[in-house]
């Protein structure tokens, strides 16, 4: 029997219309995405000697990841996303040899009107409000992100959140769909006989084009961390934070201010952190200028109290909508220590 072309096309179209439509087939979609950032970096923080180095993940840490979702008919989606930090100046994965490969995200969960479910390796609540509400975002040259994430080598422990990763393995998380603007957040990390402890999350927070406000809140329990801090080492197993934040865009202009604090705990010592930013982001021209200041001050037991500023100044200048030139200043002080100075020039290609 003969078969035209036009019945083989009519007969394509039908097959293909009952994949779409059938019961039994599901949409798809998978991605592949992620954000080259590398960098020449002169550092030298409060404390610390000069360093040069070219960086990977200066304005934001590089990586690459893979994100998909599957519709199962009713309103129901299967999502899943697992990312890979990656060390763009040697092509090695993770911001250091202590990491796993998917750090960053590796998660599977459910999606519908009630909001999303997810299993696995996710970033904090908290983590998310404290990239929200800087100008700075999740940049390791930003001063709220260096003072909470990213302690001095001279100043062990110089962070409020920082005694954890900004993600939790093993982890329980869901979050609500918006409601005009107003969203939550609640998350749960067994310890699962590892020293991190048993960890709860949370977060409410309005997001508009105008006025954001956001409150986040974290308590871990049963840890194990030891860190060197004269005169001795202290074993940390109770952490409890809490963080205010708010931003506003002018337009002209988008203010941001946070107020984060932590009180960790160990048998006879207790230490408290508060760290406090403001900031600000001004378009100009094809870019925008960013200016950041974060002031942190840590009271321990039977130690003098420590004190921490470091202000940030910085311009991102877009080559196109994914790839991007950026210039940071930033000068630190840490009490009972010289002020230290960087500079930081660096390129950023998103995909």
């Given at each position: 029997?003969k078969v035209t072309s036009k019945a083989l096309r009519a007969g394509a179209a039908l097959v293909a219309t009952g994949a779409l439509s059938g019961s039994?087939?599901?949409?798809?979609?998978?991605?592949?995405?992620?954000?080259?950032?590398?960098?020449?970096?002169?550092?030298?923080?409060?404390?610390?000697?000069?360093?040069?180095?070219?960086?990977?993940?200066?304005?934001?840490?590089?990586?690459?990841?893979?994100?998909?979702?599957?519709?199962?008919?009713?309103?129901?989606?299967?999502?899943?996303?697992?990312?890979?930090?990656?060390?763009?100046?040697?092509?090695?994965?993770?911001r250091s040899a202590t990491d796993a490969y998917w750090a960053r995200y590796s998660w599977v969960g459910l999606e519908n009107q009630a909001g999303t479910?997810?299993?696995?390796?996710?970033?904090?609540?908290?983590?998310?409000?404290?990239?929200?509400?800087?100008?700075?975002?999740?940049?390791?040259?930003?001063?709220?992100?260096?003072?909470?994430?990213?302690?001095?080598?001279?100043?062990?422990?110089?962070?409020?959140?920082?005694?954890?990763?900004?993600?939790?393995?093993?982890?329980?998380?869901?979050?609500?769909?918006?409601?005009?603007?107003?969203?939550?957040?609640?998350?749960?990390?067994?310890?699962?006989?590892?020293?991190?402890?048993?960890?709860?999350?949370?977060?409410?927070?309005?997001?508009?084009?105008?006025?954001?406000?956001?409150?986040?809140?974290?308590?871990?329990?049963?840890?194990?961390?030891?860190?060197?801090?004269?005169?001795?080492?202290?074993?940390?197993?109770?952490?409890?934070?809490?963080?205010?934040?708010?931003?506003?865009?002018?337009?002209?202009?988008?203010?941001?201010?946070?107020?984060?604090?932590?009180?960790?705990?160990?048998?006879?010592?207790?230490?408290?952190?508060?760290?406090?930013?403001?900031?600000?982001?001004?378009?100009?021209?094809?870019?925008?200028?960013?200016?950041?200041?974060?002031?942190?001050?840590?009271?321990?037991?039977?130690?003098?109290?420590?004190?921490?500023?470091?202000?940030?100044?910085?311009?991102?200048?877009?080559?196109?909508?994914?790839?991007?030139?950026?210039?940071?200043?930033?000068?630190?002080?840490?009490?009972?220590?010289?002020?230290?100075?960087g500079l930081a020039l660096g390129i950023r290609h998103n995909f």
């Open positions: 029997m039994g087939w599901a949409q798809s979609s998978v991605d592949i995405y992620g954000s080259l950032d590398l960098g020449f970096y002169s550092k030298q923080l409060s404390g610390e000697s000069r360093t040069q180095t070219l960086s990977s993940g200066l304005m934001n840490a590089s990586r690459w990841g893979i994100r998909g979702t599957e519709d199962l008919g009713g309103g129901l989606k299967a999502r899943f996303d697992m990312s890979s930090y990656i060390r763009v100046d040697t092509g090695e994965y993770g479910l997810r299993l696995g390796r996710i970033s904090t609540p908290n983590f998310i409000t404290t990239i929200r509400f800087n100008p700075f975002a999740d940049s390791s040259l930003g001063p709220v992100f260096m003072a909470t994430y990213l302690p001095s080598a001279a100043q062990p422990l110089m962070t409020s959140h920082g005694v954890t990763d900004s993600a939790w393995s093993n982890s329980i998380a869901y979050n609500t769909p918006s409601w005009n603007g107003w969203e939550g957040a609640l998350q749960y990390a067994m310890s699962e006989g590892t020293t991190s402890g048993r960890r709860f999350g949370g977060s409410a927070s309005y997001l508009s084009s105008g006025l954001s406000l956001a409150l986040s809140v974290e308590s871990l329990s049963g840890m194990a961390l030891s860190y060197s801090k004269p005169p001795a080492v202290i074993n940390v197993n109770t952490d409890r934070a809490a963080q205010l934040a708010a931003a506003y865009d002018f337009q002209v202009a988008k203010l941001f201010a946070q107020y984060q604090r932590s009180k960790l705990e160990a048998p006879g010592v207790d230490i408290t952190l508060g760290t406090a930013q403001v900031g600000v982001s001004v378009p100009i021209g094809a870019g925008k200028a960013l200016a950041s200041y974060a002031h942190t001050n840590k009271e321990q037991t039977a130690l003098a109290d420590v004190k921490r500023q470091t202000v940030s100044l910085g311009y991102d200048y877009a080559l196109s909508k994914r790839t991007d030139l950026y210039a940071v200043l930033l000068t630190d002080k840490v009490s009972a220590t010289a002020r230290g100075n």
